[in-house]
Every structure is written in C-alpha cells, then in structure tokens.
C-alpha cells in the first residue's frame, strides 16, 4: 500500500518541521523521524487507530502533540491531516 498526502496536510507537516527546527536546532528532524514513524505504524495496522468518523482514523504521535488523520482508500493511505491536538478539532473535515 501506499501513502499520499492531501495537499493542506503536506503543507501542515513542513510548517511544523520548520516551526520546531526554528525553536530548537534538530528539533525539526526529530519531529519528522516521529511522523515518518507514526506513518509506518499506519502502514502496519491500518485499521488499528481509532475512528474519528466513518472512514476517517487518528494515529496519535510520541513526543509531539499532534496526530496524524488518514482514511484507507482501495489502494492507498490518504493522509488528511497532521493535526496539532491543540487546534480545533474539525477544521480538517472539508478535505475528505
């Protein structure tokens, strides 16, 4: 299977790795080993992360308060969002 990211959310996760690297150098690389991580897990166990809507998942990410929202299409992972857990909640639901 493969991974492909919604446009918004490509920009959320290079924001984010930029936001980090400005406020502690290495600190970017380290949040984007921690998605790429979570994003694995994803892989591994699709179906395993809880369901935020019908067809929608969260897989929560160690060290960083965010979480990565995905759907399982027929052949491919959509990620939606990697949402910081401090944003409003439903801000991301127009994309899916």
């Given at each position: 299977?493969?991974?492909?990211?919604?446009?918004?959310?490509?920009?959320?996760?290079?924001?984010?790795?930029?936001?980090?690297?400005?406020?502690?150098?290495?600190?970017?690389f380290d949040f984007s080993n921690e998605i790429r991580t979570t994003i694995r897990n994803i892989l591994g166990y699709p179906n395993a992360w809880p369901q935020l809507s019908k067809d929608v998942r969260r897989c929560l990410v160690n060290r960083f308060p965010y979480g990565v929202l995905y759907s399982v299409e027929r052949d491919e992972i959509l990620i939606l969002a990697?949402?910081?857990?401090?944003?409003?909640?439903?801000?991301?639901?127009?994309?899916?």
């Open positions: 299977m493969k991974i492909a990211f919604h446009p918004e959310a490509m920009r959320e996760f290079l924001e984010a790795i930029d936001f980090y690297e400005y406020s502690e150098s290495g600190l970017g990697v949402m910081n857990l401090r944003r409003h909640p439903d801000y991301w639901k127009e994309r899916h």
